[in-house]
Structures are given as structure tokens and as C-alpha cells.
């Protein structure tokens, strides 16, 4: 094993050399380089040859060095509003954790869900599912992270340390995809919905108006289908090789009904409070009637969005006092030492990974070389189409991936009837949603990844299997029901 991460510590430099001096593609210096670059980090991000967190500080030495963009430039991805929401709803979990409010969320969801494996592990991912179909998936991932960190962390004595860790991974895992599946299911699940929902008519030179209830008939059950597909590849991966199959939850400590303390009570009112407010902040339109979200309160509303309901909770748990812990706040600055800031940097480099894509040039030559498959049948389109998409997806923007897929898929499909036409543009924004094996190609999968509960070939083999199933699954639903 130390021998194969010698040899990716060397092959990655080695990759990108070729690519920048040698430049074999067919295409701009930039598009070589970037791919140079994507090898590079590539490379050692699947053998783990040095720390991730190393690996996704490369794009802010090499693309400057490479003329792709500037060190500022690049920089600013460092510093996204999204790591800011994390580090927030981080905050928010180490509270719940410092002040036992864990152990009463993990009581309850076994109340709800039962005390077998499959059952909680369905019972997070539904909840996942259903909250991600309104706000964004790394909102919905964070609301459950803390939940699903609580019933890890007490699991019962009796599970081995093997049982414990496939449990945990199936769980957080669970959690990471089903945020992302149930963005599927309504226009404003995410960003590709919503920017194919409104831009559809330009799209199709035609008038026809998608309504939101027309969507959800369309999507949802495939949404759901594929939930149900993740649902038993993790059971497949994981739960099935575990030895116990129940938590015997009577013998823990925290089933004994005790009385709520102040601090826990606080807290879970910032929870609530915060849950609330991520829920209602956008606008939602349901076909002609609009509920009108918070945001519009305020007249720039467009400089306002999770993080700083994310950063305004946390803020608060700094101020707010502590009865049991006098002239102390519910959290002090000590606490953020448990703050894992290895993840912060992982979506910086995601994020100046996609910068890379969408700068150089990257995504527009990978989406041009499909123009091959143009006398191709639309089904075989849709798959080979979908197969590059979700590629591309696993390490930039979905929503800058979908803004220039489009116009190409309309002008290679122009000989092809206007029905033909449509089916590959929904499936292409359906596969923009499909990113499941990197911890960079979404925010939950590096929120599940930050836990330090998953390996990174874990991710890779759950997030493969589910790629292929998603792939086959979109390819058949949107040939055939669409």
C-alpha cells in the first residue's frame, strides 16, 4: 500500500507535466493544463497519497502558475458562502453535542423509526429526502448531520467496532445522497431545476410553460425510485455485512426519561428556530400561487442566503449565557477546537476545482466532444449524453455544467423531432444532479466526509455504484415516461 502511494505521490506531478508541455489534447493551452491539473488532484485524492486537505490546496498554487486565473481570483473560492454555512451548522452540532441535546434527538428518531438497522437508516434518508425536495441539500444535510452524528456515537457496547463503522458510514452516506436525490423532485430543489424551469421556453424557441405541479408528477417518482436504489446499495455495501442487525437501545443511559435542562431547551429553540428559517427564506411557487419567503423583508434580498442563518445561530450560542456554567456562554472559544478544519479547505478546492472547469475552458471542450454521437438514437444519446454529464458533475458547478450542456444538446439534437429534443434536455438536467463518488462533487458528500466516519474508497464504491444505477435509471425513465 505505501509502495502504490509513493507511486501516485510521483505519477500526479508526472500527468500534469505532460499535459502542460506536451499538451496531447486537441484544443487551447488552458484546456491542457486544467486537465493536467485535474489528473494531478485526481490522482491523489483517489490513492491518498498525502492528506486531502493538501490535495485541494493545488488549484491555489497551480492555477495561477498555469495563467488559468489569478491568485485573487482563486482565492475568493477559498472563501464561498457555502464553507460559511458549514462551519455554522458545524457550530450548531457541537453545541447540541457539548450539551447532551444528541442523545434526546437519537431517542426520539428510534422511537419513530425502530431499533433495526434498515429501519433507521431508511428513516434518515426519507427525511433527508423530503426536506431536500424544498431548500437546498447542504441546508437539509446539515439540519440531520448532528442527528445522525448522535446516534453513532451512541451506539450500543455490544456492536463491534467493525458493526459500528459500517453503520456509521451506511448512515452518513444515507444522509449525503438522499439530500441531493430529493433536490430532484421540485424546480426549486436545485439550481439546474431552477434554471431550466425558467428558462425552458427560450430553450425550446417555444411557449410552453413547465408548471411546478407538472414537474413534481414528472420527477417525483423517479426521485423516489432512485432514493429506494440508494437505499439498498447501501444496505448491499454495508448494513448486510454487519454482524448485528438491532440497537438495543434499552440499556442506554440516555433512554432513562429525564428532565430537559435550560441550556438544552435553548438550544434546541436556536435548532428549531434555525430549521425554520432555512425552510422559509425563498420564495416558493406552486403553478400561480406564491408563498413569499422572509428574504423579501429586506431590499437587497439577494445578498442573503443560508449562511447567514447558519452564522446567525451560531453567533448566538457565543452570547447566549449558561446557568450550569457560570459567565460562560452556551459555547466558548475552546469548543471550536473540535471544528474539523481540513473540511473548510476541501471546499475551497472543490470550489477552485469547478473555477478551473468553468475559466479554462474545460467543460464546454469536454460537452463539444460529444458532438461525435450526433447521428447516434436518442436513447443511446441520452445515456452516452448522461454518462459525461455526470462525470463532469463529480468535479465542477452542476449548475455551470447544465447552463452550457444545454444550448450544445439543442443544437446537436436540431435533425431530431422536438420530442427527442426535450427528453435529453430534462434527463441533462436530472444527470447535473448526479455526484455521488467525490467528497468534492457536492456539499453533503463533504459534510458526510468531514465526519471522519467514511474512508474515501467507501465513498468511491458507494458513490460508483450509485452513479451507474442513477445513469441506467434516468437514461430508461426519460427514453420511456418522459
Aim: net charge positive; proline share 4%.
Amino acid at each position: 500500500m505505501k509502495k502504490l502511494k509513493n507511486i501516485a505521490l510521483l505519477f500526479g506531478p508526472i500527468c500534469f507535466g505532460v499535459f502542460y508541455l506536451f499538451q496531447p489534447l486537441d484544443a487551447s493551452p488552458s484546456i491542457n493544463r486544467m486537465t493536467g491539473i485535474l489528473l494531478w488532484m485526481a490522482i491523489w485524492w483517489f490513492s491518498e497519497c498525502v492528506h486531502l486537505a493538501v490535495t485541494a490546496l493545488l488549484p491555489l498554487v497551480l492555477l495561477p502558475l498555469t495563467q488559468i486565473a489569478n491568485v485573487k481570483e482563486v482565492s475568493k473560492e477559498y472563501s464561498d458562502s457555502i464553507i460559511f454555512l458549514f462551519l455554522g451548522g458545524f457550530l450548531l452540532s457541537i453545541a447540541i453535542e457539548k450539551w447532551d441535546v444528541h442523545k434526546r434527538i437519537a431517542r426520539n428518531i428510534l422511537k419513530i423509526t425502530g431499533n433495526s438497522t434498515q429501519g433507521i437508516l431508511l428513516g434518515v434518508m426519507l427525511s433527508c429526502f423530503l426536506i431536500s425536495n424544498w431548500i437546498s441539500n447542504t441546508a437539509t444535510a446539515l439540519m440531520l448531520f448532528g442527528a445522525v452524528l448522535a446516534l453513532i456515537k451512541e451506539l450500543d457496547s455490544s456492536f463491534t467496532d467493525k458493526d459500528k463503522n459500517l453503520l456509521a458510514q451506511a448512515l452518513l452516506l444515507g444522509m449525503a445522497y438522499a439530500s441531493s436525490i430529493g433536490g430532484i423532485a421540485t424546480p426549486v430543489g436545485t439550481p439546474p431545476n431552477m434554471y431550466f424551469f425558467k428558462m425552458y421556453p427560450k430553450l425550446m424557441d417555444n411557449n410552453i410553460q413547465i408548471t411546478f405541479l407538472q414537474w413534481i408528477i414528472m420527477f417525483f417518482p423517479l426521485s423516489f425510485l432512485i432514493l429506494i436504489g440508494c437505499f439498498f446499495i447501501l444496505k448491499i455495501l454495508f448494513l448486510n455485512k454487519m454482524q448485528r442487525k438491532n440497537i438495543s437501545s434499552k440499556n442506554f443511559e440516555w433512554n432513562k426519561k429525564t428532565k430537559m435542562s435550560y441550556e438544552e431547551k435553548v438550544i434546541l429553540i436556536v435548532f428549531l428556530i434555525t430549521i425554520g428559517l432555512w425552510l422559509t427564506r425563498e420564495n416558493l411557487n406552486f403553478g400561480s400561487i406564491t408563498i413569499y419567503g422572509w428574504k423579501n423583508l429586506f431590499s437587497h434580498s439577494e445578498y442573503i442566503d443560508d449562511a447567514v442563518v447558519a452564522m446567525s445561530s451560531a453567533i448566538s450560542l457565543f452570547v447566549i449565557p449558561s446557568k450550569k456554567n457560570k459567565n460562560e456562554a452556551l459555547l466558548v472559544w475552546e469548543d471550536i477546537k473540535q471544528l474539523k478544519y481540513e473540511i473548510l479547505l476541501l471546499f475551497g478546492g472543490g470550489f477552485a476545482l469547478a473555477y478551473g472547469f468553468e475559466k479554462s475552458g474545460l467543460i464546454e471542450y469536454l460537452i463539444q466532444s460529444m458532438r461525435f454521437i450526433q447521428g447516434i438514437s436518442p436513447l443511446i444519446l441520452i445515456f452516452l449524453m448522461g454518462t459525461v454529464i455526470a462525470l463532469i458533475s463529480e468535479f465542477a458547478s452542476n449548475i455551470a455544467t447544465i447552463q452550457l450542456a444545454l444550448p450544445l444538446i439543442i443544437a446537436m439534437t436540431s435533425h431530431l423531432p422536438a420530442m427527442y429534443t426535450s427528453k435529453l434536455i430534462f434527463s441533462s438536467v436530472l444527470f447535473a444532479s448526479v455526484g455521488f463518488m467525490l467528497p468534492v462533487a457536492t456539499a453533503p458528500n463533504m459534510i458526510a466526509f468531514g465526519s471522519g466516519y467514511i474512508p474515501m474508497h467507501s465513498m468511491l464504491k458507494a458513490g460508483f455504484w450509485l452513479d451507474v444505477f442513477c445513469i441506467f435509471t434516468i437514461t430508461i425513465y426519460s427514453y420511456f415516461f418522459i
